[in-house]
Nanobody, 124 residues
Framework: QVRLVESGGGLVQAGGSLRLSCQASGRNFATSGMGWFRQAPGKGRELVSVFDWLGGEYYLDSVKGRFTISRDKLKNTVDLQMNSLKPEDTAVYYC??????????????????WGQGTQVSVSS
């Protein structure tokens, strides 16, 4: 049974940092496709950061230079280090995973598996 469990969300002041972690079980996704998405109140879910099909890191423009994605293929985890957080980063953050890369040749792919989400709130 595939399971994704996120941790590390919370409330932080603007300029602060948080580190999110996603533990996958049931299948090793860290070698294929794992990444982070978010959904702010009243908005659709958007891709924040994933590893692309060549193993490169892809970031949403608004988080470039502030967020860093990393993964441990042995532990089957993917983390998101978030620095210099802004109020507009407030959202529920979801870990997504699939048997293939979540971004291929410039195109995003919808993950078939999702975690339950973790709330990140940034106060001004």
């Amino acid at each position: 049974q595939v399971r994704l469990v996120e941790s590390g969300g919370g409330l932080v002041q603007a300029g602060g940092s948080l580190r999110l972690s996603c533990q996958a079980s049931g299948r090793n996704f860290a070698t294929s496709g794992m990444g982070w998405f978010r959904q702010a109140p009243g908005k659709g879910r958007e891709l924040v950061s994933v590893f692309d099909w060549l193993g490169g890191e892809y970031y949403l423009d608004s988080v470039k230079g502030r967020f860093t994605i990393s993964r441990d293929k042995l532990k089957n985890t993917v983390d998101l280090q978030m620095n210099s957080l802004k109020p507009e980063d407030t959202a529920v953050y979801y870990c997504g995973a699939g048997n293939e890369a979540l971004r291929v040749d410039g195109q995003n792919r919808e993950p078939p598996y999702w975690g339950q989400g973790t709330q990140v709130s940034v106060s001004s």
